[in-house]
């Protein structure tokens, strides 16, 4: 009957709530009882005294142990955020250890990420006000507050994990809370570091303890390549081939390389072996992580490898310490790093890959020991172990840019730099060029005192330069009125993630073929993708990526409000004569802002090809790089040369290159809109 099949209906409804139930109640179980597993849970109780008797206190442990993930938590579950009254902040050097945690522990703790637990990185804020009391964010993120809250009153604790990697913004963090820790008394710091610094930590402040974690860590094997590698690619490649058919396959492999490209190129190369050996071999998983794979990729690493196979994982130095991925017994090291570098003298910064220091390829090497005895394939020689390689990295203070922290510690009102507490002190010829460009860019005055200017540029989430480009396209007399384009642009720009579906090449012939710039080719992808409404499949006729569009779109929309703000827009608004497309009148407004940020980032063409314009003896000479729209044109369509050439970026891999560039049609631009820099060339 209607009844009894009703009930039945009923009844199997209910049963299969309650074993959906019995699986989530399974699954946190099991996320609890492997909480109480990692090592740090046995010293919960010692640490927590530890915590509540020091203000600050350092913290050791073998990576994996559960520092980032737990403690956190056992601050919160002994009460130290007082229900919302307060936040525990933890930083992390790397946005996507930072997301990637926040949405571990908010699993941990049942609850949905961005509640009350969520991450805030540029440009991405998953927190929700009054709810959220554990949050993760860049070191370079809550350098940003201390302009908003100088004495981070709305946080009980800070905890500024993987200080051992001497990021600049960690160490000017460090810096920034020893001066509020007499303050703020009640505020508990938590300082977490690999073995290595551990000591300096301490004695920066005030000699307090350090607490050791004791890890389990199971002995790695170490195997050199007997001559140096010419191609350390080629090696790797070849040496997780020898691993997967010669070794069991109970574990996983993972690889360090240097950065996304490699990572791709290296990944089409194993792909392509393991598709001629078919079924001969086991199956590979191949999983990619780096700073800018996008979000919906990053949870890959963390999946359970399959039955009969293998999993890869393609790591830049994130795996070091950041993450910690379960089930690696092999590690390859080709011993390689990409590190910015600064050339005070120049002011350059140029994107190296430079060999590790002895302390990383050790770090490196213990990732295979976490499960079980490992093995590590160095592919350097011992040779060069020994003796070649520096102890421990430089830390980023001495060898980057410092304008931005100099502005950021200037609009502080931290004006003595000499005094401030650095714990490496950075060379003064790098603090005396940033105050320098800071002046060519108007932030400061000629007494070396922040500007109005200056302050605005400070509110911008980007570097002062792009902040600066912003505003001459808002307001200044010579290129006002183009401030719409170039935010697409700046945004298009900031989207470190490949725009194009394949190769750019390829993907921009179809868009347009008569473009001089990446700058405004940028634009162009950005204003048709607007004018079909953001649609999914305009991105999919013209081979560009979708989501990395939205990204764009996201940081667009944050500029712009924060052009708003400042009332860029509507002194922009007032410059508008008239839009017809991108005619040369635009495109040289475009060209001059650019400009006005980045006076230092132009090339000139001489007889032996681009230079950088150098005051100090002659400049370096650059070559554009093969996927800039201006080699395309000079190489394959016969363009004639341009004169002067602006560029976002100076590489040096197997050659200098520099890449996202713009043609400059006016060398009078250069000494009109910075004279205090190209006034030599006025009367040539
Ligand atoms: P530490 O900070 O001491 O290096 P963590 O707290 O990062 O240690 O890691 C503790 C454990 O949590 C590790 O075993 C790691 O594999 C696990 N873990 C961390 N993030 C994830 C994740 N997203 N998915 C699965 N396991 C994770
Ligand atoms: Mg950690």
Same mark, same amino acid.
């Given at each position: 009957s209607?009844?009894?099949?009703?009930?039945?209906?009923?009844?199997?409804?209910?049963?299969?709530?309650?074993?959906?139930?019995?699986?989530?109640?399974k699954?946190?179980?099991?996320?609890?009882?492997?909480?109480?597993?990692?090592?740090?849970f046995?010293?919960?109780d010692?640490?927590?005294?530890?915590?509540?008797?020091?203000?600050?206190?350092?913290?050791?442990?073998?990576?994996?142990?559960?520092?980032?993930?737990?403690? *956190?938590?056992?601050?919160?579950?002994?009460?130290?955020?007082?229900?919302?009254?307060?936040?525990?902040?933890?930083?992390?050097?790397?946005?996507?250890?930072a997301?990637?945690?926040?949405?571990?522990?908010?699993?941990?703790?049942?609850?949905?990420?961005?509640?009350?637990?969520?991450?805030?990185?540029?440009?991405?804020?998953?927190?929700?006000?009054?709810?959220?009391?554990?949050?993760?964010?860049?070191?370079?993120?809550?350098?940003?507050?201390?302009l908003?809250?100088p004495?981070?009153?709305?946080?009980?604790c800070?905890?500024?994990?993987?200080?051992?990697e001497?990021?600049?913004a960690?160490?000017?963090?460090?810096?920034?809370?020893?001066n509020?820790?007499e303050?703020?008394?009640?505020?508990?710091?938590?300082?977490?570091s690999?073995?290595?610094?551990a000591?300096?930590?301490?004695?920066?402040?005030?000699?307090?303890p350090?607490?050791?974690?004791?890890?389990?860590?199971?002995?790695?094997?170490?195997?050199?390549?007997?001559? *140096?590698?010419?191609?350390?690619?080629?090696?790797?490649?070849?040496?997780?081939?020898?691993i997967?058919?010669?070794?069991?396959?109970?574990?996983?492999?993972?690889?360090?390389?240097?950065?996304?490209?490699?990572?791709?190129?290296?990944?089409?190369?194993?792909?392509?072996?393991?598709l001629?050996?078919?079924?001969?071999?086991?199956?590979?998983?191949?999983?990619?992580?780096?700073?800018?794979?996008?979000?919906?990729q990053?949870?890959?690493?963390?999946?359970k490898?399959?039955?009969?196979?293998?999993?890869i994982?393609?790591?830049?130095?994130?795996a070091?310490?950041?993450?910690?991925?379960?089930?690696?017994?092999?590690?390859?090291?080709?011993?390689?790093?990409?590190?910015?570098?600064?050339?005070?003298?120049?002011?350059?910064?140029?994107?190296?890959?430079?060999?590790?220091?002895?302390a990383?390829v050790?770090?490196?090497?213990?990732?295979?020991?976490?499960?079980?005895?490992?093995?590590?394939?160095?592919?350097?020689?011992?040779?060069?172990?020994?003796?070649?390689?520096?102890?421990?990295?430089?830390?980023?203070?001495?060898?980057?840019?410092?304008?931005?922290?100099?502005?950021?510690?200037?609009?502080?009102?931290?004006?003595?730099?000499?005094?401030?507490?650095?714990?490496?002190?950075?060379?003064?010829?790098?603090?005396?060029?940033?105050?320098?460009?800071?002046?060519?860019?108007?932030?400061?005055?000629?007494?070396?005192?922040i500007?109005?200017?200056?302050?605005?540029?400070?509110?911008?989430?980007?570097?002062?330069?792009?902040a600066?480009?912003?505003?001459?396209?808002a307001?200044?007399?010579?290129?006002?009125?183009v401030?719409?384009?170039?935010?697409?642009?700046?945004?298009?720009?900031?989207?470190?993630?490949?725009?194009?579906?394949?190769?750019?090449?390829?993907?921009?012939?179809?868009?347009?073929?008569?473009?001089?710039?990446?700058h405004?080719?940028?634009?162009?992808?950005?204003?048709?993708?607007?004018?079909?409404?953001?649609?999914?499949?305009?991105?999919?006729d013209?081979?560009?990526?979708?989501?990395?569009?939205?990204?764009?779109?996201?940081?667009?929309?944050?500029?712009?409000?924060?052009?708003?703000?400042?009332?860029?827009?509507?002194?922009?608004?007032?410059?508008?004569?008239?839009?017809?497309?991108?005619?040369?009148?635009?495109?040289g407004?475009?060209?001059?802002?650019?400009?006005?940020?980045?006076?230092?980032?132009?090339?000139?063409?001489t007889?032996?090809?681009?230079?950088?314009?150098?005051?100090?003896?002659?400049?370096?000479l650059?070559?554009?790089?093969?996927?800039?729209?201006?080699?395309?044109?000079?190489?394959?369509?016969?363009?004639k040369?341009?004169?002067?050439?602006l560029?976002?970026?100076?590489?040096?891999?197997?050659?200098?290159?520099?890449?996202?560039?713009?043609?400059?049609?006016?060398?009078?631009?250069?000494?009109?809109?910075?004279p205090?820099?190209?006034?030599?060339?006025?009367?040539?």
């Amino acid at each position: 009957s209607d009844a009894e099949s009703e009930d039945s209906a009923e009844k199997e409804e209910r049963n299969n709530l309650l074993s959906q139930l019995e699986v989530e109640e399974k699954r946190i179980k099991t996320i609890s009882e492997s909480r109480k597993l990692l090592p740090v849970f046995a010293y919960r109780d010692e640490l927590m005294s530890a915590i509540k008797e020091n203000q600050a206190l350092i913290i050791v442990g073998e990576t994996g142990s559960g520092k980032t993930t737990q403690l *956190p938590q056992y601050l919160v579950e002994d009460g130290y955020t007082q229900g919302t009254k307060f936040q525990i902040g933890v930083t992390q050097p790397r946005r996507v250890a930072a997301m990637s945690v926040a949405s571990r522990v908010s699993d941990e703790m049942n609850v949905i990420l961005g509640q009350e637990v969520g991450y805030s990185i540029r440009f991405d804020d998953k927190t929700t006000a009054n709810k959220t009391i554990l949050k993760y964010m860049t070191d370079g993120m809550l350098l940003r507050e201390f302009l908003i809250d100088p004495l981070l009153s709305k946080y009980a604790c800070i905890m500024i994990d993987e200080a051992h990697e001497r990021t600049l913004a960690t160490d000017i963090l460090l810096g920034l809370l020893k001066n509020i820790m007499e303050k703020r008394t009640e505020l508990k710091l938590l300082i977490s570091s690999a073995t290595v610094n551990a000591k300096k930590f301490s004695k920066f402040f005030n000699d307090c303890p350090i607490f050791n974690v004791p890890g389990r860590r199971f002995p790695v094997d170490i195997h050199y390549t007997l001559q *140096p590698e010419g191609n350390y690619i080629n090696a790797a490649v070849t040496t997780v081939f020898q691993i997967h058919t010669t070794q069991s396959l109970d574990g996983d492999v993972l690889l360090f390389l240097t950065g996304q490209e490699e990572i791709e190129n290296t990944r089409e190369k194993i792909e392509e072996i393991a598709l001629k050996l078919g079924n001969r071999i086991p199956q590979l998983l191949i999983t990619p992580i780096y700073a800018n794979l996008p979000q919906e990729q990053q949870a890959d690493i963390f999946q359970k490898t399959p039955e009969n196979c293998r999993k890869i994982v393609l790591a830049t130095n994130i795996a070091e310490t950041s993450l910690t991925i379960d089930g690696i017994k092999y590690v390859i090291d080709p011993g390689f790093v990409k590190e910015n570098s600064y050339v005070p003298s120049t002011g350059m910064t140029q994107l190296l890959t430079v060999p590790c220091s002895r302390a990383s390829v050790d770090q490196r090497a213990g990732r295979a020991g976490r499960v079980g005895p490992g093995k590590c394939f160095r592919l350097f020689t011992k040779h060069s172990y020994e003796n070649d390689l520096e102890a421990m990295p430089r830390p980023e203070i001495v060898r980057t840019n410092l304008s931005n922290t100099v502005l950021l510690l200037l609009s502080l009102g931290i004006t003595d730099l000499l005094h401030f507490p650095f714990l490496d002190k950075p060379h003064i010829s790098t603090l005396t060029k940033s105050l320098e460009n800071l002046y060519i860019l108007g932030a400061l005055n000629s007494k070396g005192q922040i500007t109005e200017l200056g302050k605005m540029m400070c509110e911008f989430p980007c570097e002062p330069e792009f902040a600066k480009v912003l505003h001459s396209a808002a307001t200044h007399p010579q290129c006002n009125g183009v401030l719409d384009q170039c935010l697409s642009i700046v945004s298009m720009l900031h989207e470190t993630t490949s725009i194009f579906v394949g190769n750019k090449k390829e993907a921009t012939s179809h868009i347009v073929s008569d473009i001089d710039s990446d700058h405004m080719l940028y634009l162009t992808i950005y204003e048709e993708w607007r004018a079909a409404n953001y649609s999914r499949t305009w991105c999919q006729d013209h081979r560009i990526q979708f989501k990395t569009l939205l990204r764009v779109r996201n940081i667009r929309n944050q500029l712009a409000r924060c052009c708003d703000k400042l009332g860029l827009t509507k002194r922009n608004q007032a410059a508008i004569v008239q839009q017809a497309g991108h005619d040369n009148v635009m495109v040289g407004k475009i060209t001059k802002s650019l400009i006005s940020g980045f006076p230092l980032n132009v090339v000139k063409l001489t007889p032996s090809g681009y230079q950088t314009i150098g005051k100090a003896k002659g400049g370096l000479l650059v070559n554009l790089h093969p996927s800039s729209v201006i080699f395309q044109n000079q190489k394959e369509k016969g363009k004639k040369l341009d004169k002067y050439i602006l560029y976002q970026q100076l590489m040096l891999t197997s050659k200098e290159f520099i890449r996202d560039c713009i043609p400059i049609q006016n060398e009078k631009w250069l000494f009109e809109i910075v004279p205090q820099v190209f006034n030599g060339i006025k009367g040539k």
